[in-house]
């Protein structure tokens, strides 16, 4: 490759193993993941064990649902005929009713909690408590919040304070009238104090509601109820208990129902009695004043076909009544999901198909609006298959009502009919007929009214459950919360996400190079080495028989300088400049040149930062006259070429007095005649030349040279230099550009290496030991 105006791009790198990538960049700061790690691992050991461990227990109940029901179901169905109709996901919501955990919390005394004192929390004494707490009024209780008390089992008391209060008797305290009864979960004797808290039956309902769950079953009558709690025996009392009330609540439900049915059976009874009595009487004050009279065969047949036709007319205005209502429901607005119609003598099963679905549909969309409102896509999908629905109820209505009162008319023709053959009947026996239909309708109330009064009967005394519990309470052997586990895994990774992202947004924010790779996105210069940072503040790092790890990597910048094409026999000049003062310029062309010195060839350091030198104080030397007068023409090279004591093959070239315009001293002819001068001498001819970025001096020297190495100091130089680099090297050009990563130091708390780089620890010298610092009286280097 020759060296030129074109650009060197560094080949692209192999692609880095992810976990490499992430091995490189965090494992330097490792302390401080073990550390946090220490620490989130022992918070999760504190906070398992300051909170309480929750127990779940679970139950199953399977309830009668009149939309899921088996052939069992509709034969108790059929004895208990006042039973009501039950959905599954109305009695889901009657569980989970905070009325019924208020007379669960009754029944168990939950409004009084025991507890046990411990060494860092308390912990309940639901087992542990020789007695519980009954009050005579527990609406009217009044709430402690911590009274502590001892009991007695050789006098059978209990004591709160200095009052004794004898247990199984109901005494007036503080907190309302209680009882002290005997705990059936005792199970052993507690080993701290106890005490005792007292809250009201609402909010102890309230507390208890918030952890009870209760799910249906879409496909099946079963209904399953969960209960946490601190306690597992309180949480398998409380199902228990629950089921209990629930059972109670729906059986003195249907015995209301069921009473109330029977006094207004009996109240009609009592009426059409009465009544049936007098049209007896009246039959029997007919005959006897009229004399004996017997109804002829014709009158037998008029009172049994008029008999059946009456029922008959009676069956089709019922069933018109009943399309009435069944047409008023169907062209209501909005009927509710609490709205339903009944199809009572209605035959046609199309029509009580249709309205089932209509109600179901209904209901559903009164859930769904309730949690997703009405615009939802679903509520109007729901609402219009409901009204895709409506015009075939309509249209089944009209024909059905049309056929009905067809059969009317022909009914009635039928009575006329009858009417005409009641005209030839004799008068007599046509009253006596008359007053027999009366007393055979009453007669069939009367009748109709005792099955009904049987079956209200029959109701109450079997009182026929509509649930049936499937699985009692049990609770879980391992606590469902805090799950260990889980708190540990969320330490851990707190522990890792923690520093992990503190690392990353500290990367994210940083605006300096902090990375090799950092330089390779930015431009397509290559990197032909990198210096780690030197603790040993020299400023020169190399010298005759010592092998350091710094001075292994200026050995391999030397052999790196012929990818750009230097060589001592053919190209020479190298210029060394970078962005900003303080990167480590004068450092770097230095202790390169000291490395090629060593090496057996001739090289000269010229110092050509006449903007702010400092190879003269690294090298402890101070001479009156350099290139400044060179370039003036006050005298020639042998007299400001000067030798090193660092090396008898390193000379200096120093930059002698300031001038007030370096830029345009060092466009003069002469430089060029120096370089050349210099390159028929030396094998090598190292320049150091201002940063150039604030001044155009690299820009003027570059091309007099066949190679420019651009040092960039690690969290010091601005990522926004190097990527402006390129675009403005297209306009002035640094030619053959090269890349120095300089001062890199450890990440983290790496000691061996420099964490940045390739990692290397020290080199040892001949002797099989460490490399040891050397101090000099040369000043300390720039890049510290």
């Known amino acids: 490759m020759q060296p030129g105006n074109q650009k060197i791009k560094s080949p692209k790198p192999p692609e880095k193993k992810i976990l490499a990538e992430i091995m490189f960049k965090y494992l330097p700061y490792w302390p401080v993941f073990v550390v946090l790690m220490g620490i989130s691992l022992f918070g999760a050991w504190f906070y398992l064990r300051m909170t309480p461990k929750v127990y779940e227990a679970n139950a199953s109940i399977m309830i009668k649902d009149e939309t899921k029901g088996t052939q069992d179901a509709q034969m108790m169905e059929d004895l208990d005929q006042l039973s009501g109709k039950k959905i599954i996901e109305n009695e889901v919501e009657v569980l989970k009713s905070k009325s019924l955990m208020r007379d669960v919390v009754k029944n168990l005394h939950l409004y009084a909690t025991f507890f046990e004192e411990g060494d860092m929390m308390p912990g309940q004494a639901y087992t542990t408590s020789p007695v519980v707490i009954e009050a005579a009024n527990p609406e009217l209780l009044k709430k402690a919040d911590k009274v502590g008390f001892t009991f007695s089992e050789k006098d059978s008391s209990v004591t709160i304070g200095s009052t004794k209060y004898p247990i199984n008797q109901t005494v007036k305290s503080p907190w309302g009238e209680l009882k002290f009864v005997g705990n059936k979960r005792f199970a052993r004797k507690a080993e701290n104090p106890l005490y005792f808290t007292l809250k009201n039956v609402r909010g102890a309902a309230g507390s208890y509601s918030s952890k009870l769950s209760v799910m249906g079953s879409k496909t099946s009558t079963v209904v399953s109820v969960s209960q946490k709690d601190e306690v597992p025996e309180r949480s398998e009392d409380v199902l228990n208990e629950l089921f209990v009330v629930y059972d109670k609540a729906s059986m003195a439900d249907k015995s209301r129902l069921a009473s109330a049915t029977l006094d207004f059976i009996q109240k009609r009874l009592d009426v059409v009695g009465t009544e049936l009595k007098e049209i007896e009487q009246k039959a029997k004050t007919y005959k006897s004043s009229q004399g004996a009279v017997d109804i002829s065969t014709q009158g037998e047949l008029y009172l049994k076909s008029v008999g059946e036709t009456d029922s008959k007319l009676n069956e089709v205005n019922i069933q018109l009544s009943v399309l009435d209502q069944v047409e008023k429901y169907i062209n209501a607005s909005d009927n509710g999901a609490s709205v339903s119609v009944s199809t009572l003598g209605l035959k046609d099963p199309a029509l009580t198909e249709l309205l089932n679905k209509i109600t179901e549909k209904e209901l559903a969309y009164e859930k769904l609006k309730k949690t997703t409102g009405e615009n939802n896509p679903l509520s109007l999908s729901l609402k219009g298959e409901i009204n895709k629905l409506k015009p075939s109820v309509l249209e089944n209505i009209r024909n059905q009502r049309t056929s009905l009162q067809a059969s009317s008319l022909n009914l009635h023709s039928s009575n006329n009919t009858y009417s005409s053959m009641l005209g030839t009947i ?359």
């Open 426 to 784: 004799p008068q007599k026996e046509k009253d006596l007929i008359e007053i027999s239909r009366e007393q055979n309708i009453k007669s069939n109330i009367y009748s109709f009214l005792l099955q009904k009064k049987e079956a209200s009967a029959l109701s109450i005394i079997t009182n026929i459950d509509d649930s049936r519990v499937i699985d009692r309470a049990q609770s879980s052997y391992v606590p469902v919360a805090p799950k260990s586990s889980m708190i540990y895994m969320v330490a851990l990774i707190f522990s890792i996400a923690l520093p992990v992202g503190f690392i990353a947004m500290k990367g994210m924010f940083n605006n300096k190079i902090s990375f090799r790779h950092e330089i390779e996105s930015l431009t397509s210069f290559p990197i032909i080495g990198e210096v780690a940072y030197d603790k040993s503040k020299d400023a020169v790092v190399i010298q005759e028989g010592k092998r350091t790890f710094i001075a292994e990597q200026f050995r391999r910048i030397r052999t790196s300088l012929a990818y750009l094409g230097i060589s001592h026999a053919g190209k020479k000049r190298v210029l060394v400049t970078s962005s900003l003062s303080g990167e480590g310029k004068s450092f770097i062309a230095l202790n390169l040149s000291l490395s090629l010195a060593m090496t057996g060839k001739k090289v000269i350091l010229l110092e050509l930062d006449l903007a702010n030198p400092s190879l003269s104080n690294k090298l402890d030397v101070e001479y009156k006259q350099g290139v400044s007068n060179y370039l003036r023409g006050e005298c020639e090279p042998e007299e400001v070429i000067k030798r090193t004591v660092a090396n008898n093959n390193l000379f200096f070239l120093p930059s002698g007095p300031l001038p007030d315009n370096p830029s345009e001293l060092l466009m003069n002819e002469r430089l060029k005649e120096l370089l050349d001068y210099l390159e028929d001498i030396f094998d090598y001819v190292i320049i150091d030349s201002a940063p150039c970025t604030l001044l155009s001096d690299a820009y003027v020297l570059s091309p007099l040279c066949h190679a420019t190495l651009y040092v960039v100091k690690h969290k010091y130089t601005p990522k926004v230099y190097i990527e402006r680099l390129e675009q403005e090297n297209s306009i002035n050009q640094l030619i053959n550009v090269g890349m120095i990563f300089n001062g890199i130091r450890s990440r983290g708390f790496s000691k061996n290496g420099y964490g940045y780089g390739y990692g290397y620890g020290y080199i040892h010298d001949s002797t099989g030991k460490k490399g040891k610092k050397v101090k000099k009286s040369y000043k300390k280097q720039e890049n510290k």
